[in-house]
Each structure stands twice: as C-alpha cells, then as structure tokens.
C-alpha cells in the first residue's frame, strides 16, 4: 500500500512555479538586497545611539599601582622639617573611581544630532523599500524573459519542423520531376537558417534562466517551469488612472524619493549638530573615588558639580565641518528635485509603452491567424504548381514573425504594467 501511494505521489504534476513565487524566493534569498537591510539595521542602531546621548553616562575604573620608592609628604613646621610616613604602605596601593555625567546644555547638538539620525533611519528604510521594488521589478523582467525565449524556442522549432515537411516534399516532387532543383536547394538552405535560429533560441533560453535563478538564488543550471503569465498581479495594476494621477501617485509614494528627502533633512541636522558644537556645552557631573593610602584620614571621596566646555579655537574645524554637511544636504536636494523629474519622466514613458504594448496585443492576435492561413494556401498552391516556393519560403517567414510579433507584444504588455507599477510605487 505504501509502494502505491508513493506512485501516486510521483505521478502527481508539479505545480509550475509563479511570479509570486519567484518573489517570495528572491525577497528571501538575494544578497545584494540583504545588504540593503543590513544598512537599514545599521542606520537604526545609529538613531537608537543618539537617542541615548541624552541620557547619564556612567564609568568605572580600577587600577592597581607600585612605585619604586612610596613619596611621603615633607613641609617645614617651626623650623624643622615634618615628614610624613610614605603615601602608601608596602610601595602600593589599588585605587577606583565611578563616574557619572549627564548633559544639561548643548545648545542644541544632542538634540540635532537625534532629529539627523533618526531621518538617517527612515532614509534607509525607503531605500530597502525601494531596492525591494526594484528586486521584484528584476525579478519579473527575468521571469518574462524566461517565458519569452521558451516561446520563442517553440517558434523556431516549429519553423524547423515546417520547413522539415516542406524539404521532404520538395524531394517527392523533384523526383517526380514536377519542381526544379533549385526549389529543393533553396528549401534546405532555407532548412539549415531556421536550425540556426533554433540553436540560438535555445542558448538564449539557457542563458535567460541562469540570469533568472541568480536573481532567485538558485543554482544556475536549474530548468524551472514557470508558470505562464495573462497580465500584471491584480494588486499592481494601474489601468484605469490617467496619466495625470499616476504621476502625482508616483510623487507621493516612490521610496527612492522619499528616501532622498529624509536624507537632505539628514544632512541639514547634522549640520546644525556641527554648529552646535561651538557653543557652551553644560553637564552634570557626580564622582566617587577609592584611594588606598595611610596618610590621608580617609580613602573613599566623592564630590558633584557642574563641568564647562566651551571650544574657543579649533583651526576652523568646527566650522568646515558644519559647512561640509550643508553642502552634502544641498547636493541631495538637487540630486532630489532630479529624481522627481526623472520619476515623471519613467512614468510617462512607463504609461505610453503600456499604451503600444496593448494595441500591438489587439494587431497581433489576427496576424497569426492570418499569417497560418496564408503559409497553408502558398503550400497547397505550390502542391500543385500554381506557385513557386518563394511564396512557400515567404509565407513561412511571415508566419513566423507573426508568432514572433504576437509573443512579444503579450509579454511587453505584461512588462509594461509592472513597470508602470514600479514607477509609480506600486510594485510592493
């Protein structure tokens, strides 16, 4: 009974893999896409960092010391010399200190320096958004490339297949005496081209499935059996916006741009954090101290009070600094209003490819038919030499690009909605 639910089992068809399918695998495997988390994670460990600028710091220290020969205290006392017995006994001596400070005026540069880390964070975190858009967007472009050069493999393998055919009855009739040579010549020479084109197709299906399961984290040679695509995800689909709104769709959601505005305000708090640094900096400061010794009448200390920096000269440091991430933020609020431009751009061009892509759909789905019809006329017609073979060979060139046309279209329509997605924002 087990043998046979074994074969049962085995005898079950797989189930062809999905554009979800192949996301879910990538989000989870990619590494360069694992970098960008890895950023994210660090940026937020940098905001958590600052945050805790604002709070006690608390230190501790030890140590354990030996002179050459213990000093002692000597001052004269009615004109004598009073010595005292050595500092410490037996020439050392263990001492400890605990140390706690806490800020109490910075003019401004904690709190700065928290605001530029914590939009450093959320700059990093559109970023992983936006690598995660562009991963799916690499990922479905491999995917329809794969599914592209299957069938264009198909295509050419037909064409073999027919002009097979038509090269056996060119033999038959050339032995009839009913066709000249020539016809034959030019069947086979016509024969060899389509075999060329067939083991180019199949390179370029190799090579499109190697790019597409590196992508997944997949071994190379792996032959996956994709699952054949009739439009975008419904949840990526854009049909019914005008142009119009997809732009101002894409201004309000692109992670890319997001990520660039967090990263300018970035900049401009980190600047203002530099300035800050030039000012009074204020802080409360609380000590314990441990001293081993035999001359002093105690060993432990402890004291409070108010520390003051204040950095009157530094060579301009301070200065430069600040003037240095100024101009990092104006460079990224240029590269800003750059991405938008660009962003309206890709949207437009994303919008009027989806546009051709479905018309050439609604052309090329007659053409095929037309093209099958044509090349079975021009063969029945050459059977019985009402027509020559250049009409044959032709007739079966138009078909094949009739085919060739039809797939594309289907698969630049497919594309060209997950574009229009990625351009506005969508491809989450």
């Known amino acids: 009974m087990m ?4 074969l049962c089992l085995v005898a079950l068809p797989l189930q062809a893999e999905t554009l979800a399918d192949a996301w879910n695998l990538a989000l989870e495997r990619n590494n360069a896409l694992a970098a960008v ?17 604002r709070w006690p710091k608390l230190s501790v220290e030890g140590s354990y010391q030996r002179f050459g020969d213990a000093p002692a205290f000597s001052f004269p006392v009615g004109g004598q010399d009073f010595l005292s017995p050595p500092l410490v ?8 200190r605990a140390h706690i400070e806490l800020p109490l005026f910075t003019a401004g540069r904690i709190t700065a320096g928290i605001e530029s880390a914590e939009l450093g964070a959320r700059a990093a975190g559109s970023a992983s958004d936006s690598a995660v858009q562009d991963l799916k967007l690499a990922v479905a472009a491999a995917y329809v490339d794969v599914l592209r050069a299957g069938s264009s493999l198909t295509a050419a393998e037909s064409q073999v297949e027919s002009l097979g055919s038509l090269v056996n009855d060119v033999t038959v009739m050339l032995e009839q005496e009913t066709v000249a040579k020539n016809d034959l010549l030019a069947a086979q020479l016509t024969l060899a081209e389509a075999e060329q084109e067939r083991l180019r197709a199949a390179n370029r299906l190799s090579i499109a499935r190697a790019q597409y399961n590196r992508l997944l984290g997949e071994p190379l040679d792996r032959i996956p059996d994709l699952a054949e695509l009739h439009g975008a995800p419904p949840d990526t689909a854009a049909a019914g916006d005008s142009l119009d709104a997809l732009v101002a769709t894409a201004i309000s959601r692109r992670s890319d741009l997001a990520s ?28 314990y101290q441990y001293l081993e010794n035999q001359v002093l009448d105690r060993e432990d200390f402890s004291l409070v009070g108010i520390g003051f920096n204040w950095t009157v000269f530094d060579g301009g440091r301070i200065r430069n600094q600040a003037a240095s991430f100024a101009n990092a933020g104006r460079a990224a609020g240029r590269s800003r209003d750059d991405l938008r431009s660009r962003i309206e751009l890709e949207v437009r061009q994303a919008w009027l490819d989806r546009e051709e892509a479905n018309a050439r759909v609604a052309v090329t789905r007659e053409a095929v038919a037309q093209a099958e019809e044509n090349l079975r006329v021009a063969r029945e017609l050459y059977g019985v030499g009402l027509t020559t073979n250049t009409v044959v060979l032709d007739a079966e060139a138009l078909r094949l690009k009739a085919v060739s046309n039809a797939d594309n279209a289907r698969f630049d329509a497919v594309l060209s909605d997950l574009r229009l997605a990625r351009a506005t924002g969508g491809l989450r």
């Open 89 to 96: 006994d037996d020439d050392d001596f263990y001492a400890a």
């Open 37 to 53: 988390r890895s950023q994210a994670d660090a940026a937020r460990a940098d905001a958590d960092a600052a945050r805790a600028e």
């Open 3 to 6: 043998r046979a639910l074994l």
């Open 260 to 287: 660039l505005d967090a990263r300018t305000r970035s900049l401009d708090e980190r600047a203002r954090s530099a300035r800050a640094a030039g000012w009074p900096q204020l802080s409360l400061m609380a000590d």
